[in-house]
T-cell receptor, first 112, second 114 residues
Framework: DAKTTQPNSMESNEEEPVHLPCNHS???????IHWYRQLPSQGPEYVIH???SNVNNRMASLAIAEDRKSSTLILHRATLRDAAVYYC?????????????FGKGTKLSVKP | NAGVTQTPKFQVLKTGQSMTLQCAQD?????MYWYRQDPGMGLRLIYY???????DKGEVPNGYNVSRLNKREFSLRLESAAPSQTSVYFC?????????????FGSGTRLTVV
C-alpha cells in the first residue's frame, strides 16, 4: 500500500514548467515525502525528498502543503529527457516502513 | 563511477530451472534491496539487507532466496523458476535504511521464464 495518490498520466510541452501532484491525506508527522523517477528501460532514480519545508535541488523543486496532505513536484523547464514515470512515496522512520514502497506513479509525456 | 551493477542483463529460463541474479555496489553502502517490476506496475520489494550479515523479507519473498555475500554484494536466487517470476528485477543500495538517504538502482535484469 503506497498510501499516496497520483494521476495516472500527464502531458507537458518542452521548455514549459510541469507540476506533478501527489495526495497523501493520511500522512503522519514523521513521514517524509520522496520522489523518484524511472526513465524508459532504466531503474528508478532519486529526485528529491522533504518533510515540511519546500526543497530545491538541481533536478527539481518540492512544494509541500502546509497541512502536509499533498505535495507537488515541480520541473521548472521540461525537456524531452524528463519523460518518465514519477513516483511519490511516503517513508517513515525505521521498521518495515523505512523501505521504499512504490505505487504506479504518474507517466509524464513531454511534447516537442 | 559504476554505482550498482547487475548481471546478467537478460536471461531466459525454462520452468523449474534455477539461477542466481548478481548485484554489486561500489559506494560502500550498508543497505541493499531486491525489487521486481511487472509490466505497467510499480516496483515491489522482494528482500532487503539492512546491513552486512542481515536479510529480511519484503512484500513478495515467496519463491526467492537471498545472500548478502559481503558489504558489496547481494544476490537473489530462484531455486525453481516459474512463469509468474517473469519480470524485471532491480537491485538497489542506500547508505542506510533511514529515510534521509536515497536509493541508487541498477539498470535491471530482464528475466523470462518459459
Amino acid at each position: 500500500d503506497a498510501k499516496t495518490t497520483q494521476p495516472n498520466s500527464m502531458e507537458s510541452n518542452e521548455e514549459e514548467p510541469v507540476h506533478l501532484p501527489c495526495n497523501h491525506s493520511t500522512i503522519s508527522g514523521t513521514d517524509y515525502i520522496h520522489w523518484y523517477r524511472q526513465l524508459p528501460s532504466q531503474g528508478p532514480e532519486y529526485v528529491i525528498h522533504g518533510l515540511t519545508s519546500n526543497v530545491n535541488n538541481r533536478m527539481a523543486s518540492l512544494a509541500i502543503a502546509e497541512d502536509r496532505k499533498s505535495s507537488t513536484l515541480i520541473l521548472h523547464r521540461a525537456t524531452l529527457r524528463d519523460a518518465a514515470v514519477y513516483y511519490c512515496i511516503r517513508r517513515n522512520y525505521g521498521g518495515s516502513q523505512g523501505n521504499l514502497i512504490f505505487g504506479k506513479g504518474t507517466k509524464l509525456s513531454v511534447k516537442p | 563511477n559504476a554505482g550498482v551493477t547487475q548481471t546478467p542483463k537478460f536471461q531466459v529460463l525454462k520452468t523449474g530451472q534455477s539461477m542466481t541474479l548478481q548485484c554489486a555496489q561500489d559506494m560502500n553502502h550498508n543497505s541493499m534491496y531486491w525489487y521486481r517490476q511487472d509490466p505497467g506496475m510499480g516496483l515491489r520489494l522482494i528482500y532487503y539487507s539492512a546491513s552486512e550479515g542481515t536479510t529480511d523479507k519484503g512484500e513478495v519473498p515467496n519463491g526467492y532466496n537471498v545472500s548478502r555475500l559481503n558489504k558489496r554484494e547481494f544476490s537473489l536466487r530462484l531455486e525453481s523458476a516459474a512463469p509468474s517470476q517473469t519480470s524485471v528485477y532491480f537491485c538497489a543500495s542506500s547508505e542506510a535504511r533511514d529515510v534521509f538517504y536515497g536509493y541508487t538502482f541498477g539498470s535491471g535484469t530482464r528475466l523470462t521464464v518459459v
